[in-house]
């Protein structure tokens, strides 16, 4: 996953054309860590470009696109939020894989 830095790269990343993934987390959550422990496996199944982002160091992101509980996973594509796992139901790579599995079908 490629680390978002700045409000820029977080601008270019959501406007592609194509979708992509942006994992909302932060350094002290342990859900956070826990999600890390599977995810690795679940980016190689699907075929999108995977962003991080820090919610502590971007709080204006984070609001501005209702990630209320972490981690979160959003999907954009041309700039819009097309879909969002909250943290609540991303426990379980089951649960990450039937979010996705949903979007491409």
Not at 14 to 20: A, F
Not at 28 to 45: A, G, H, Q, S, T
Not at 54 to 62: A, L, V
């Amino acid at each position: 996953m490629k680390q978002i830095k700045t409000d820029d790269a977080f601008q270019v990343a959501i406007h592609r054309s194509e979708p992509v993934v942006l994992k909302f987390e932060t350094t002290w959550c342990p859900d956070c860590k826990r999600l890390d422990m599977f995810i690795d496996d679940i980016v190689k199944e699907y075929e999108y470009d995977w962003y991080v982002i820090d919610r502590d160091e971007f709080p204006e992101i984070g609001e501005k696109y209702e990630v209320l509980g972490i981690p979160s996973l959003l999907v954009f594509q041309n700039g819009e939020k097309q879909a969002h796992l909250h943290s609540a139901n991303a426990k379980t790579p089951d649960d990450v894989r039937n979010f996705f599995n949903t979007l491409q079908s």
